[in-house]
């Protein structure tokens, strides 16, 4: 199976905020974007889009395809109750817990990176298992490392290495 993996384009959100699941605007500069997203996929032949449905993934979806599947797997990392809050507001001992293994431990209220992982790999498996042989799916930077490092074998710790800017896409087989 073959997946184009698309991160969302640039949100409205102030820098050093917190975010994850919140439902963001995006920047006055999709429109030259999505030209360079459009660019770059004009000779894909791929025959499936599916889509986070947070909005900064649901209007690239809409603009790139008119058959869009949206689906609440290919969230972004939910940050519970850190969501919307600045990085350097939020309790230190909690922050400092997560950081320490951000793998395993659970934001307060919201999910661990393994937990996104896990979902992640059940929603390709999933697509593979029913038949899908192309796909491009529009996501957020967490969802798509982890699957790059499911495909890759590598560990999900490690997986930041890979930098992802606003609007990038990566290939992977599976």
């Known amino acids: 199976m073959e997946i184009l993996l698309i991160r969302h384009t640039t949100p409205k959100v102030h820098k050093g905020i917190c975010y994850g699941q919140t439902n963001l605007d995006l920047k006055e500069t999709y429109p030259q974007e999505l030209k360079k997203i459009q660019k770059a996929l004009s000779t894909e032949s791929f025959f499936r889009v599916y889509s986070s449905p947070l909005k900064r993934c649901a209007i690239l979806a809409k603009d790139l395809s008119n058959h869009v599947v949206y689906d609440d797997r290919l969230q972004e990392l939910n940050f519970g109750d850190w969501e919307m809050q600045p990085w350097d507001q939020i309790n230190s001992d909690e922050l400092n817990l997560w950081m320490e293994d951000f793998v395993n431990e659970q934001v307060p209220n919201g999910e661990s990176y393994l937990q996104l992982s896990e979902r992640a790999i059940s929603f390709v498996k999933e697509l593979k298992n ?10 957020h930077a967490g969802f798509i490392r982890s699957l790059v490092a499911y495909t890759n074998k590598t560990h999900l710790k490690d997986s930041f290495d890979l930098k992802l800017a606003y609007g990038d896409h990566i290939y992977i087989t599976l």
């Open 130 to 139: 029913n038949g899908i042989e192309k796909a491009i799916l529009i996501t």
